[in-house]
């Protein structure tokens, strides 16, 4: 599933439960500020301020994906339908609010919502690591899948 490094197994594992934790937190923090802070309405008429499309649905959409999506990603459930949405949530911000010529955060820059996507989408690809509940949930069916890939046909 990982492509070959020069790091160990155990140690891929344990970086990539770091990232899981270090990015879930992060997503459920700024979810929990757009659901208990600025709640989902003050979030969408932000959202609606900024000229996010449809932000009566963006807004819910983004609060619970973030929100529900860190939890998954800190477990490592269903971790590449939780990395893509968590990136298309991110790729939607960085394209309708954060993209400017000026990439720092605390001027309104993509730098932030870019390595967070970035970080989603790479978890996505790779997988969540074998400490994880995908590792559980899918333990033998990931084998199989491999398996019928490497396969050649003649």
């Known amino acids: 599933m990982y492509a070959t490094t020069g790091f160990p197994t155990i140690a ?3 970086i990539t439960v770091f990232a899981r934790i270090t990015l879930g937190v992060i997503f459920i923090a700024h979810g929990w500020q757009k659901f208990n802070e600025w709640t989902v309405s003050g979030t969408s ?10 932000p009566d649905i963006a807004a819910p959409f983004a609060t619970f994906v973030e929100l ?15 990395g893509i949405l968590l990136a298309a949530n991110l790729i939607g911000a960085l394209v309708i609010v954060h993209l400017t ?23 996505a690809a790779t997988g969540p690591g074998r ?19 490497d396969t050649p046909t003649a």
């Open 12 to 14: 891929r594992d344990i």
């Open 45 to 54: 008429q932000s959202f609606a301020q900024m000229g996010v499309p449809l």
């Open 68 to 82: 529900i999506g860190g939890a998954l990603l800190i477990l490592g459930a269903l971790t590449p339908i939780v």
């Open 101 to 123: 010529p000026v990439p720092f955060v605390d001027q309104g820059g993509w730098e932030l919502v870019a390595a967070l996507a970035a970080g989603a989408l790479l978890l």
């Open 131 to 149: 400490f994880s509940v995908d590792r559980f949930l899918f333990k033998g069916k990931t084998a199989a899948l491999r398996s019928d890939v």
